[in-house]
């Protein structure tokens, strides 16, 4: 599923427009980026935990010439998928019902063949 496909999805299943949905996903993806990058974690309770991790400098060894080097210190992005995320994934419990298909839109009869 891609971005737009998700608006989509998202526009029908909470009956609303397509820009209102798009307003939505994208609203909600920038608050997320934006918490995440000031250095907030963001938990979405029963689907992920977003975060972001300082990782010390370290000492490693280099597999093809047993060589030990040096790693820099680094800040990574986690995203860890939390229980009620793995339960569904994973077929243990049931996943939420979504509406699939936009019900359609009663027209007046005198407004069919009308033309402005």
Request: proline share 5%; hydrophobic share 45%.
């Amino acid at each position: 599923m891609k971005k737009r496909d998700l608006i989509q999805a998202v526009a029908i299943h909470a009956d609303v427009d397509k820009k209102t949905a798009t307003a939505v996903v994208e609203g909600t993806i920038d608050v997320i980026l934006a918490t995440v990058a000031s250095g907030d974690v963001v938990n979405i309770s029963g689907f992920a935990k977003f975060a972001k991790k300082s990782r010390p400098a370290r000492m490693a060894r280099n597999p093809a010439t047993g060589e030990t080097v040096q790693v820099a210190a680094k800040t990574v992005a986690k995203i860890t998928a939390l229980k009620g995320f793995k339960d569904i994934a994973l077929g243990v419990a049931s996943p939420p019902k979504i509406i699939t298909v936009r019900k359609p839109v009663a027209v007046a009869p005198n407004a069919i063949g009308k033309r402005r």
